[in-house]
């Protein structure tokens, strides 16, 4: 306490106007130190319920104390505001209300008329409602191992099994629930650390080849209308949920990295009984007065802390002069004039982040179309979709049975033809999905890399030429089709059976076999295990 303040305890030999004074100085000296310390336990994380802003000294000449106010009003008052938890609203608008893109959804179900198909809708609120609660809790605590997250994701899994009801295939809506619990494995993007996104668009396909089914089937029916219009509400809510995710998690999901940080109360499980409310952060500290003297932390004994703290002791001795008093760096001293034996090894963090940032600035360079986007009929013969990107909504109508497509520089988009076309050429494209009726000719894939080709009805030949993926998804129909593969890797064929599809497998190795240098037969080569 500073020797002016001593004066308070000598009433008899200092006038009573100065003892005031003093009593007021104390008193603003004790709310800055308590101020401070409060903010220091707050940046350490830890958080103190009882502990109450120091009121001030009472003084002679001050007025009563006002009542203390009632609990209600207290309650409001002490209430905390928030801020950066500004995703968990834009989740709620996709989930909660009649409005919102899931409530439309169920709304659209009512309307098919399966109850099987309504119960599914239920149990799809269910699931959402339990992954809400889990980005909320996440964003109370540090990421956890990858066993406790499993643990943690229990309550969605469980919610989740709920929807896996596959009748068989010869009911009206098998397509219906197999579509939506093809759609909610992407719920599953929580455990995805770099690129969700990505991963999410690569599992959604799965769900239009169901959906597109359902669209075959019911479109010649009274109810077309109300079945495209469950399709389009499935699609919604999948497509928002993917929107959000690049939004607020492109990077992965946002857990919680400041102790002593919590989102608002709504943002926590409602219906755990005995769930104990957030505590309310301390309140922001004043500035602190001029007449007392401002402390600076003791920096670390070793590392950068150390490094940092010389150059602030430096610059505070020469007056912001930083770099006076730094010792001179000899030639002989920098790390490339060494001999590589005697360099130290460079980060490994910094050397793997550089070189992921490297890497996926290479990837969203390659994965772009080279030109502008074209969607139009040519001379009355051919549609052109060409450089499309991150467009899943494509779809030709307009067609004639003397029509070609071609699709040409497209990436991660969906191309939906309808009606019989002669046909069917994609070229340059990247993990895009085309599903077409009937055609009258070939269906040609070429120079491409992850494409999904889907025959509705009738395909007599595929070709398949210079592709890294590619995955044929057949009609009945279409038993007798000829599929011609060149110089291509990963070719998969998806056929209906009994009572799921079936996928086989086109030969990739070849074995030639000379006889006498007169005769050579070739065999493809299964691998069987």
């Known amino acids: 306490i500073n020797a002016e303040y001593m004066g308070i305890f000598f009433l008899g030999t200092r006038p009573l106007q100065e003892v005031e004074m003093g009593k ?71 989930i909660e209300g009649p409005d919102s893109t899931v409530g439309k959804y169920i709304r659209a179900c009512a309307d098919v008329g399966f109850p099987a198909v309504v119960q599914q809708a239920e149990f799809l609120a269910e699931v959402f409602r339990e992954h809400r609660q889990f980005i909320a809790l996440a964003a109370c605590r540090p990421r956890p191992s990858d066993a406790e997250l499993r643990t943690m994701l229990g309550n969605v899994q469980a919610a989740q099994a709920k929807t896996n009801m596959r009748p ?69 809510i999948f497509r928002d949920l993917v929107a959000y995710v690049r939004l607020h998690h492109l990077t992965g999901l946002t857990w919680n990295k400041t102790p002593g940080a919590s989102p608002p109360a709504r943002a926590l499980p409602t219906g755990a009984p005995g769930a104990p409310a957030p505590p309310a952060p301390p309140p922001p500290p004043p500035p602190p007065p001029a007449d007392l003297p401002t402390v600076a932390p003791r920096p670390a004994a070793g590392g950068m ?48 982040a550089r070189r992921a940032s490297m890497t996926m600035a290479r990837r969203n360079v390659l994965s772009q179309p080279k030109g502008n986007p074209l969607f139009e009929c040519q001379d009355s013969k051919k549609w052109v979709v060409e450089h499309y990107a991150d467009n899943r ?57 992850g494409i999904t080709v889907q025959a509705l009805e009738k395909c007599d030949q595929v070709l398949v030429d210079k592709t890294e993926g590619c995955q044929i998804h057949l009609d009945d129909k279409s038993a007798n089709c000829q599929i011609l593969t060149s110089m291509c890797t990963a070719v998969n064929v998806v056929v209906p059976s009994r009572d799921d599809v079936k996928e086989l497998s086109i030969p990739e190795q070849f074995i030639t076999t000379f006889h006498g240098g007169e005769r050579v037969t070739t065999n493809a080569f299964v691998h069987s295990g």
């Open 24 to 94: 007021k100085k104390l008193a603003r000296a004790l709310e800055a130190i308590s101020s401070r310390v409060a903010a220091l336990e707050a940046k350490a994380g830890v958080v103190r319920r009882d502990s109450v802003p120091p009121a001030p000294l009472p003084s002679s000449t001050s007025s009563p104390a006002p009542p203390p106010a009632s609990s209600s009003s207290s309650t409001v008052a002490a209430t905390p505001t928030f801020v950066g938890f500004e995703f968990l609203g834009d989740l709620d608008k996709l």
């Open 168 to 236: 068989h295939r010869s009911e009206a809506h098998f397509n219906h629930l197999t579509a939506v619990s093809e759609a909610l494995n992407v719920l599953s993007w929580v455990m995805i650390d770099k690129s969700p996104v990505s991963y999410m668009t690569e599992l959604l396909p799965a769900s239009d080849v169901y959906s597109n089914k359902v669209l075959t089937d019911f479109r010649r029916t009274a109810d077309g209308e109300k079945h495209q219009a469950w399709v389009n509400a499935l699609k919604a």
């Open 305 to 352: 802390a150390a490094v940092f703290a010389s150059l602030n002791a430096v610059a505070d001795a020469d007056k912001g002069t930083a770099a006076t008093g730094l010792r001179h760096v000899l030639d002989s001293e920098k790390n490339k004039n060494r001999p590589p034996e005697e360099r130290p090894p460079p980060s490994s963090v910094e050397t793997s």
């Open 393 to 449: 909504d494509i779809v030709v109508s307009e067609t004639q049975i003397h029509h070609g497509i071609s699709i040409y520089d497209c990436h991660r988009c969906m191309i939906i033809i309808k009606g019989k076309v002669t046909s069917v050429k994609v070229d340059m494209c990247q993990k895009c999905v085309v599903v077409f009726d009937a055609l009258v000719g070939p269906c040609e894939v070429a120079n491409s890399k």
